[in-house]
């Protein structure tokens, strides 16, 4: 794992750039940087916005980042196993009565007793189950990082999918909007045809249903959009009456620049391939290990130590009585039973079911992988087809809005077109929605 892919830790938004980032939000709100809406100047929300907040503020986030430091520590401490210990002592002792102590071949008597001591220990061979281990620790370090890139990208994917509900919602606001300011239109039409008396009493009635459902219809989308409005303020930990715009003029390119398929699927490494190849090295490492252990150890050792009956007035008398030894040891375990050929089975099967995982995670990916894309192009495609929808729509109720007026289109035809045309715009929305919830999902497969 390169140097360079940990230190991305450090540039990763914590809980005192969430706070800033509210702040600079907030300050914006005050100084200047606003959108017209509805008459009133109301701050806008983009969705690199978003995404930074909520990555810096979910509790989700901060502790899968414990996590990685966590283990992080843990591959510290695993160095441990290759450095020497080294350990000192010091005591003093009274008895009820007097012993007997030598000193340079002389008999002294001493109810005290004083003793210093240092010792030194370096393990020399251990089977390689030291190295593995360390190994090991360092693998577990890299897919709990992962696994909080995996977090950040999660909670970054919600945040995208509530933004966008309430860019939807924004949207068929307008719409509903504009469909009851032409209804309006179309029963001032009606009311001056059924004075002349040139439309029924059945066509007045008939409109002012369709007056009264788009009314409906705008109640309905405006609750719709405070709605998704407050998930996205929880989600990003505001107060649920927080007054923001979204960015609505989102549209997907034409479909001839979308890049191919195989430009997503030349290099899929996403979190989840690679913590299963990650996973698959830890159950490497530990099936050698487990034939390791038939294998001796060996240390060495070093031990210096003073004893006597008087505590010492001087460094030159610890060092002519002091005694020093240092050796090696040996050890190896010829028979444990069945252990240890458990151990190796056991290793061996988690590997093959590791291996296994790894290739259906792989192909699963690949999988998801293109059939976002397909989802993403369709998205794009659906846009161009329903703007030109929407064009034809309007065309066609102003064509047959003029000829209601003259008499020679009924109502019938009127309302059908009316609906066509809602159904296009609403169409549109679904569009633009679809394809950039798509491009986040294969951005996230991708790891891209």
């Known amino acids: 794992m390169k140097k360079s892919f940990h230190k991305k830790i450090f540039i990763l938004p914590t ?3 969430a706070g800033f980032i509210l702040l600079v939000l907030l300050c914006a709100i005050s100084s ?75 008999m002294f008597y001493s109810k005290d007793n004083y003793s210093l001591g240092l010792s030194a220990s370096l393990p020399i061979f ?105 998930k996205l303020c929880a989600k990003l930990n505001f107060p649920l009456d927080t007054s923001f715009v979204v960015d609505t003029t989102l549209s997907p390119p034409p479909v001839v620049k979308i890049p191919p398929l195989t430009e997503f699927l030349s290099d899929i490494e996403n979190r989840t391939v690679k913590q299963a190849k990650l996973n698959l090295r830890i159950a490497r490492l530990e099936r050698t290990s487990s034939y390791l252990n038939y294998l001796p150890r060996l240390s060495l050792s070093a031990n210096w130590s003073w004893n006597g009956a008087d505590f010492p007035d001087n460094f030159s008398s610890i060092a002519d009585e002091s005694s020093f030894s240092y050796g090696l040891s040996l050890s190896w ?21 590791n291996s296994a995982t790894l290739d259906n995670t792989t192909i699963l990916a690949e999988q998801n992988v293109r059939e976002a894309y397909r989802t993403m192009t369709e998205a794009a495609a659906s846009f161009e087809l329903s703007k030109a929808q929407v064009e034809d729509a309007k065309l066609t109720l102003s064509a047959t809005k003029k000829r209601y007026e003259l008499g020679s289109a009924t109502l019938l035809e009127l309302l059908d077109a009316e609906l066509s045309l809602e159904q296009a715009q609403l169409q549109k929305i679904s569009a633009i929605v679809g394809y950039y919830r798509a491009k986040a999902q294969l951005q996230y497969l991708t790891g891209k």
């Open 15 to 17: 809980s005192s750039v």
């Open 32 to 106: 200047g940087e606003e959108v017209q809406n509805a008459q009133k100047n109301i701050p806008l929300l983009t969705m690199s916005q978003a995404e930074s907040i909520a990555i810096a503020q979910n509790t989700d986030v901060l502790s899968a980042k414990a996590q990685y430091e966590k283990t992080a520590a843990a591959y510290l401490s695993a160095w441990s196993s290759f450095l020497p210990s080294a350990s000192a002592s010091a005591s003093w002792r009274r008895y009820d009565r007097e012993m007997i102590s030598f000193r340079n071949d002389e």
């Open 126 to 230: 251990s089977g390689g189950k030291d190295f593995l281990s360390l190994k090991q620790m360092g693998i577990s370090r890299d897919v709990a990082f992962i696994s909080y890139l995996d977090k950040i990208s999660q909670v970054s994917a919600d945040v995208i999918s509530y933004y966008l509900a309430v860019v939807q919602s924004s949207m068929e606001i307008e719409i509903a909007q504009q469909s009851l300011d032409r209804a309006l239109e179309e029963q001032k039409i009606v009311d001056e045809k059924l004075s002349l008396g040139s439309a029924s009493e059945v066509e007045a009635s008939k409109m002012r249903v369709q007056v009264a459902q788009k009314k409906l219809a705008l109640i309905q989308a405006q609750n719709n959009l405070q709605r998704n409005r407050e």
């Open 333 to 353: 375990t010829l028979f444990s039973g069945t252990s240890r050929i458990g151990e190796i089975k056991s290793a061996s099967a988690n590997f093959l079911q």
